[in-house]
């Protein structure tokens, strides 16, 4: 009996973080901290069963402390209040043993325990040694005096339970009697409501015959959830007639919450019909809710809805369709499977812009034309074209306009471009991403009878816009397929089609949209993947690629300071010379755009970065500044507490920081720098001239989705069967040139002196392979025709082709050069590899309009009507086999 237990004058103190152990209650404690480990293993462990410690509460609080504090109980014998008892410390180091001791507050009251059960383990693989402890309360105890005992406390104690003659005297107190008859009464009933649901409320019933009823009380209510107040408040009943009446009340709360949540169940099962099962954990609620006083439902939130629907401004076909959804919603469970997607149909249809459209802003061409100017460099044709787009605007904003397809490589501006008209109308913007779109779905949208069906990108884009009248960009329009699914490219006909999309019908909203108020902007890499009929309905406006010198604007004027602002840096602490980026242009990129060499330029970027950031810079105290040195400080950071710190000013002024940091020297960028950073020079000038080192050897100019490009084409011989082999990855219409330039050749291999005058066949007893470089990267088209020719030209007759010489064109079999697309591209892309001259057909005079003089002034162009003339021009000193051809 816990009566009998002697207890000592001090005890070791396990602290319970906002709970209670209570006399006759048992708890099992698993101890991890060091403090605790130490207190189980010398109060505990090494004692065995004679071991004693005391479990006391401690309180959480938001406000530090300084020091750690007991605070004073709920209620005492005599009905005083027991002052703070200060924490007591050997030393300095016991006063900070954990910094955690410095954020709570102990209760003065405390509970005697004993260990029942004691476990050892240690941790792997860390070797920490860890207890698992169960106790027993055995009386409580008053905190006199605490002080901390290496790793944890300890406290000196006094006993607060009666003494044996005490409680026998106590126990003939007609109160206390009737409040014990009380309590055991209340204690029986619950028992009794818990035996119909609970079958281990017999060793209770033995509790309730066999232990004394001031202990009982204790026990009875360690078994309840109650607050951590009230569980304090228990402890600090040490009178037993205040005891039995806090306990007498518990059991009672606990009996009535029973009572009423049986009351809930047999209601509502009442309620229930065998059609109406389902829903019984709904028809719970409900009965919550009424028992609480609280019957909310969801009509608030379909009443809400309902608003939303009408204020959305729907035209009158939708609206009856909405309302006609509506009706069915409100029939339906919220437990019901098509409950949620109706509910998510009727808010999509609530959320879009019916009626809401952007305001627009007065046009202001000048404006627009310098917002163009400011962000694209070049480009005068295109941004031409936005302009008289825009001009049409502002004399007739309803006016149906173009759909406008902006074609071009990567990195020209086609999406910034699209950006800006959005800008200048003062509409909203919206990108959408149509790259690798292969489902109709994702323009329809799904019909709502499939699973997680959803609205098309359309509808989501404009959902997400809240106007009705924004600038939607279509990107990358050329990379959609078609599978089992559908086609996309089909399903933006309606889309574009300005007399189909005033009634755009949508799948998942099966109501009529209106987009004809949409402005859209397409791109493009190429117009080869786009269907007929869709390309149809836009207006292609090409973007090319950009010459050398208009990089270096680009460069100079909007990449440099975005990438250093990008950076955190500027021009004080990183220059790049024009010399250099026009190096970096020539020597680390080839490309249509500016992708790359923004790369590049970021690159340096972060090189000079690190540099900046590993400078230090030691800004020195005046005279007067005396350094600042505690002990205490440097202990407490080495401990990791939290430290509230205060910035003092100091002398030195913000002028002598900033003449600090601009002692950082200018890292200007050269030659060293770039090979260091970017690596040795990916391209040279020399690279045609170096590969051009053998008869049979071409340059062709080739057109693909990145911009022009240079092509070598190779031809060999050797002792064969007379076939053609052809390799490269090509497509069928360039092979098919290939063989087309073989048979003019051999056709005219005699007026060509390519072969002897009693020789009939070219090939006999050899073969010819022709090869493209670069084989992983596709190729066909028929603009390689004359270069086939002049490669197998140079290979019969040994004589090397000028390395200073591109060309392009298709041949027919009559050998007349034919006019050839990407020109401008084309000649860009011979610019950029140093080509100074270029062969191209006649027909294709028209099209060097289009190329800056500055490019066509450092080129000599070359024209060509048939073969003949474009072999005259490619080998060194002309074709001396030249003869007069007769068709």
Known sequence: MAESVELPSRLGILPFRNKVLLPGAIIRIRCTSSSSVKLVEQELWQREEKGLIGVLPVRDTEAASARAVLSTGGGTN????????????????????????????????????????????????????????????????????????????????????????????????PELIMLSRQFKATAMELISVLEQKQKTVGRTKVLLETVPVHRLADIFVASFEISFEEQLSMLDSVDLKVRLSKANELVERHLQS?????????????????????????????????????????????????????????????????????????????????????????????????????????????????????????????????????????????AQGPVLCFVGPPG????????????????????????????????????????????????????????????MLLDEIDKTGSDVRGDPASALLEVLDPEQNKTFNDHYLNVPFDLSKVIFVTTANRVKPIPPPLLDR?????????????????????LIPKVLDQHGLSSDYLQIPEDMVEFVIQRYTREAGVRNLERKLAALAR??????????????????????????????????????????????????????????????????????????????????????????????????????????????????????????????VI???????????????????????????????????????????????????VTLVTSLVSLFSQKKVRADTAMTGEMTLRGLVLPVGGIKDKVLAAHRYGIKRVILPERNLKDLVEIPQAVLAGMEILLAKRIEDVLEQAFEGGNPWKQQSKL
Request: charged share 30%; proline share 5%.
């Open 78 to 173: 005599s009905g005083e209040q027991s002052p703070r008892v200060p924490v007591e410390s050997a030393d300095a180091h016991k006063q900070d043993v954990k910094n955690q001791q410095e954020l709570i507050h102990w209760h003065n009251r405390g509970v005697a325990a004993r260990a029942l059960h004691l476990s050892r383990g240690v941790e792997k693989p860390s070797g920490r040694v860890t207890y698992i402890v169960v106790l027993e309360g055995l009386c409580r105890f008053s905190v006199q005096e605490l002080s901390a005992k290496g790793t944890y406390y300890t406290a000196k104690v006094s006993r607060l339970d009666m003494t044996k003659p005490e409680l026998e005297l106590a126990e003939q107190d």
């Open 258 to 398: 029973i009572r009423v949540a049986e009351k809930i169940t047999q209601k509502v099962e009442g309620q229930l019909s065998k059609s109406q099962k389902e829903f019984l954990l709904r028809q719970q609620m409900r009965a919550i809710k009424e028992e609480l006083g609280d019957n909310d439902d969801d009509e608030d939130d379909v009443a809400t809805l309902e608003r939303k629907m009408q204020s959305a401004g729907m035209p009158p076909n939708v609206w009856k369709h909405a309302h006609r959804e509506l009706r069915r919603l409100r029939k339906m469970q919220p437990q019901q499977p098509g409950y949620s997607s109706s509910r998510v149909y009727l808010e999509l249809l609530a959320d879009l812009p019916w009626q809401k459209a952007s305001q627009e802003r007065e046009l202001n061409l000048r404006a627009a034309k310098d917002r163009l100017d400011s962000v694209h460099y070049g480009l005068t044709k295109v941004k031409q074209r936005i302009i008289e787009y825009l001009a049409v605007r502002k004399l007739k904003p309803d």
């Open 412 to 471: 020209v501006g086609k999406t910034s471009l699209a950006s800006s008209i959005a800008a200048a109308l003062g509409r909203k913007f919206i990108r959408i991403s149509l790259g690798g779109v292969k489902d109709e779905a994702d323009i329809r949208g799904h019909r709502r009878t499939y699973i997680g069906s959803m609205p098309g990108r359309l509808i989501e884009g404009l959902k997400r816009a809240g106007v009705n009248n924004p600038v």
């Open 538 to 558: 836009m207006e292609v406006i090409e973007l090319p690629g950009y010459t050398p010198e208009e990089k270096l604007k680009i460069a100079m004027q909007h």
């Open 607 to 732: 090189a000079a970065a690190v540099k900046v950031a590993e400078q230090q810079h030691t800004i020195p105290l005046s005279k007067e500044e005396t350094p600042i040195t505690t002990s205490l400080l440097d202990t407490r950071l080495a401990e990791g507490t939290e430290i509230e710190m205060e910035v003092m000013p100091m002398s030195v002024n913000d002028h002598e920081i900033s003449n600090a940091i601009r002692s950082t020297s200018v890292l200007i960028v050269d030659e060293p720098m770039l090979e260091k950073v970017l690596g040795p020079p990916i391209f040279d000038d020399r690279e045609t001239l170096e590969r051009i080192v053998a008869p049979g050897i071409t340059v062709g100019l080739v057109w693909t989705s990145f911009g022009g490009e240079v092509q070598f084409v190779e031809a060999t011989t050797m002792a064969g069967k007379g076939e053609l082999q052809l390799t490269g990855q090509l497509g069928d």
């Open 735 to 785: 092979k098919e040139s290939a063989h087309l330039a073989l048979a003019w050749v051999r056709s005219r291999a005699a007026d060509l002196k390519l072969s002897g005058a009693g020789e009939i066949n070219l090939l006999e007893n050899r073969d010819i392979h022709i090869h493209f470089p670069a084989g992983a990267v596709p190729k066909d088209g028929p603009s390689a025709g």
